[in-house]
């Protein structure tokens, strides 16, 4: 956009113009709300740290019951290790 539009107007095209309506997408007497995008949940990080927590509760009761039948396997591939996200 060179020039500035309304700040509840719909701007499209290019070059981008102004529709000249304005449209209010709320209901009636709430409150409009101002979704910062960055900083939504992640739903498959979300699902992924899940997914971790079961699998290191499952590696905990295979240790144990490795354990307690006295029985350890040096094939056995490396545990699996949470990545910590910044």
């Given at each position: 956009?060179?020039?500035?539009?309304?700040?509840?107007?719909?701007?499209?095209?290019?070059?981008?113009?102004?529709?000249?309506?304005?449209?209010?997408?709320?209901?009636?007497g709430l409150e409009l709300v101002d979704l910062d995008h960055g900083d939504?949940?992640?739903?498959?990080?979300?699902?992924?740290?899940?997914?971790?927590?079961?699998?290191?509760?499952?590696?905990?009761?295979?240790?144990?019951?490795?354990?307690?039948?006295?029985?350890?396997?040096?094939?056995?591939?490396?545990?699996?290790?949470?990545?910590?996200?910044?």
């Amino acid at each position: 956009m060179i020039h500035p539009g309304a700040a509840d107007a719909t701007v499209s095209a290019f070059p981008a113009a102004s529709s000249g309506a304005t449209a209010s997408h709320r209901a009636a007497g709430l409150e409009l709300v101002d979704l910062d995008h960055g900083d939504l949940p992640d739903p498959v990080a979300r699902a992924i740290s899940i997914l971790l927590d079961h699998v290191e509760k499952l590696e905990h009761k295979l240790d144990d019951l490795a354990a307690r039948q006295g029985t350890t396997d040096d094939r056995a591939p490396p545990r699996m290790t949470r990545i910590s996200s910044a």
